[in-house]
């Protein structure tokens, strides 16, 4: 194990999230409503902290193996999240206990989306920007880590991705296999994804702000918002429809997107797109959900129009689906049938490589393809029937990584839903407060439907630990706990 080697890249790390704090200082100068301090301090603290953890260690170059880099991951995040409380911490507008800050960037950074926070419109802009800022930086983190450094290190949804050949010619070719190559095709096509998301509210009818800021929360599916009443706020037809279109276009593999962009004109985008078996699936169930709530909306709100029960069902389901977090209706005051398809949506979440969570799509296909051939081998016993994903037989090993994965996802949610128990919250409570934290969704059921305010402050560091694990996918966290892992 490296240790010294792991720190040197830690502290990097660190000193480039020192240069992020220099954004919402800049926000705080151009709108003068406070919170420039806050993060010109933070941004002194960092690069100290940066500054000397690498200088201790920047001797230390050794060559890292793969245990070194589930440690770089696992310390990027604990550590990342951990500092994102800092601001919070030396806010004057804010009041935070040290269990809310950490809460509150982990649930940023992780893309969760659930606060603590329940007068955002009164906040500084600085302190707002900072929020949404979280939310983008978290989900391309989240991205480049699946799609580009688990499935180095033999995890990840986008393992199993890759065992897919949809016929989409030269998928993976365009992909290299260095991680700095594909860190910068993603961030390119990442940022003008974001870009055209902020144009597009502002001429909706969103201010500059709020425009910059919702773009950066929605293709990352993070769902913070600069308004207590979410999306709801803006209440309008065409932010409801763009805020959907986007949330969707981030839940979509981002492999799948750079292949069909590297690939036109030559090939339309469209084909290329739906060549792929999961982006198949994922648009047949997101456009069933859609279909499915609408028609839940006009039957139970006699006052709304097919139409506006087609729209505000788009923005609903597609942020629950891809775990996002904005809300236009109260899920508790949904009907029962209704609410639990919401619930049902996130646990699914989008597709792998993406900015979503749950438990990703292309898992729910390999398993749906699966029960299929048991039920067709109690039929026919001798015949030889193996899944396949498009002409790809799907390898036995993949097949046991999404049952493990599901096996692992249980045990560690009725683990969390325990430890909330233990800390004060009713078993209901902590059902859906620890739903909507492993799956990154944000909204839970009950109490925390609208905000975590009222949880006790204890259960914090269980949803903190609870959001950070599902974002890693388990694995690349729960290992670094086995005694194996740091043996020689």
Same mark, same amino acid.
């Given at each position: ?86 601001? !919070? ?77 949809? $016929? ?25 994804? +974001?870009?055209? =998301? ?35 706020? !803006? ?9 959907? #279109? ?34 198949? !699936? ?6 069933? #959900? ?19 029960? #087609? ?111 233990? =800390? ?14 492993? +799956?990154?969704? $944000? ?30 996918? #388990? ?14």
């Amino acid at each position: 194990m490296q240790i010294l080697s792991v720190l040197r890249i830690v502290g990097i790390l660190i000193m480039g999230f020192s240069g992020v704090m220099l954004i919402p200082a800049t926000v705080a100068l151009i709108y003068n409503d406070g919170g420039g301090k806050t993060f010109m301090q933070s941004f002194a603290i960092f690069l100290a902290l940066g500054t000397t953890l690498w200088w201790f260690c920047h001797n230390h170059k050794e060559r890292l193996r793969a245990r070194d880099g589930f440690l770089i991951v696992v310390a990027f995040w604990v550590v990342l999240g951990m500092l994102g409380a800092v601001p !919070f911490l030396l806010s004057e507008h804010l009041n935070l206990t040290l269990n809310s800050a950490l809460f509150e960037s982990f649930s940023g950074f992780t893309t969760t989306g659930a606060t603590i926070l329940t007068e955002l419109d009164s906040l500084p802009h600085a302190i707002l920007f900072y929020r949404q800022m979280m939310n983008w930086f978290g989900g391309m983190g989240i991205i480049v880590l699946m799609v580009a450094v688990l499935p180095l290190l033999g995890v990840g949804g986008n393992q199993i991705y890759h065992a897919e050949s949809s $016929g989409v010619e030269g998928k993976n070719d365009k992909i290299r296999p260095r991680i700095a190559e594909v860190a910068k095709l993603l961030w390119l096509c990442y940022f003008a994804f +974001t870009v055209i =998301c902020a144009i597009a509210y502002y001429l909706s009818g969103m201010s500059a702000f709020d425009a910059i800021a919702h773009s950066f929360s929605t293709l990352s599916n993070g769902g913070f918002s600069t308004h207590n009443d979410s999306l709801g706020y !803006f209440n309008s037809w065409s932010i409801y429809l763009i805020s959907a #279109f986007f949330m969707l276009l981030g839940g979509v593999n981002f492999n799948l997107h750079i292949a069909a962009l590297s690939q036109f004109p030559r090939k339309t985008t469209i084909t290329t797109y739906w060549k792929d078996a999961e982006f198949r !699936f994922f648009v047949f169930l997101q456009g069933a #959900f859609i279909v499915i709530f609408a028609l839940g909306l006009y039957i139970n709100y006699h006052g709304m129009s097919l139409i506006e029960s #087609f729209v505000k069902s788009s923005v609903q389901v597609s942020s629950m689906a891809m775990n996002s977090g904005y809300t236009i209706f109260n899920i508790d005051d949904l009907p029962p049938f209704m609410s639990m398809l919401l619930v049902f949506a996130c646990i699914l979440g989008g597709c792998a490589g993406s900015s979503a969570g749950g438990l990703k799509m292309i898992r729910v296909l390999v398993l749906w393809l699966q029960s299929k051939r048991e039920l067709l081998m109690l039929i026919h016993p001798n015949i030889i029937h193996p899944v396949k994903l498009g002409d790809n037989v799907v390898p036995r090993r993949a097949l046991e990584n999404i049952w493990a994965f599901l096996i692992v996802y249980i045990l560690v949610f009725w683990a969390s839903v325990f430890a909330a128990i233990l =800390c004060g919250m009713n078993g209901f409570d902590a059902i859906g407060a620890v739903l909507s934290t492993i +799956t990154n969704t $944000g909204p839970g059921l009950g109490s925390t439907s609208q905000n975590f305010a009222g949880v006790p402050d204890s259960s914090k560091l269980v949803f903190s630990f609870v959001m950070v694990a599902g974002r890693l996918e #388990f694995y690349s966290l729960i290992v670094v706990f086995m005694p194996a892992f740091w043996q020689k």
